[in-house]
Nanobody, 129 residues
Framework: QVHLVESGGGSVQAGGSLRLSCAIS????????IGWFRQTPGKEREGVAA????????YIADSVKGRFTISHDSTVTTIYLQMDMLKSEDTAIYSC??????????????????????WGQGIQVTVSS
């Protein structure tokens, strides 16, 4: 069974940067993908970035494109979410998740929480203006 643990959250002023980490324990396969999501009270969970383990394709939501980047370490056991030029509206609880599919899902699917079966506990990111 795969476990995911997020770290790197905290408070930052608008315009600043944070890098979130998603540490993966357990075996992962080429048909897995990892996504980063965020949620604020009263709103649906929003997918912000995803990476497919097999071909390392990355996907970024339009709402954060140009500011957020998803990457991985050399062993693909840690997935990073680099967040630059942060805005107050980026304040949320950020979670990473893992899913699997026989073929690489579409971008829309990869940014949808229904495509994922296991989640980390989430971590708070607060951006003050």
């Amino acid at each position: 069974q795969v476990h995911l643990v997020e770290s790197g959250g905290g408070s930052v002023q608008a315009g600043g940067s944070l890098r979130l980490s998603c540490a993966i324990s357990g075996r992962i396969y080429l048909n897995n993908y990892i996504g980063w999501f965020r949620q604020t009270p009263g709103k649906e969970r929003e997918g912000v970035a995803a990476i497919h383990i097999g071909d390392r394709y990355t996907y970024i939501a339009d709402s954060v494109k140009g500011r957020f980047t998803i990457s991985h370490d050399s062993t693909v056991t840690t997935i990073y979410l680099q967040m630059d030029m942060l805005k107050s509206e980026d304040t949320a609880i950020y979670s990473c998740a893992i899913g699997a599919a026989a073929e690489r899902p579409t971008r829309v699917t990869l940014l949808s929480e229904s495509a994922y079966h296991s989640w980390g506990q989430g971590i708070q990111v607060t951006v003050s203006s």
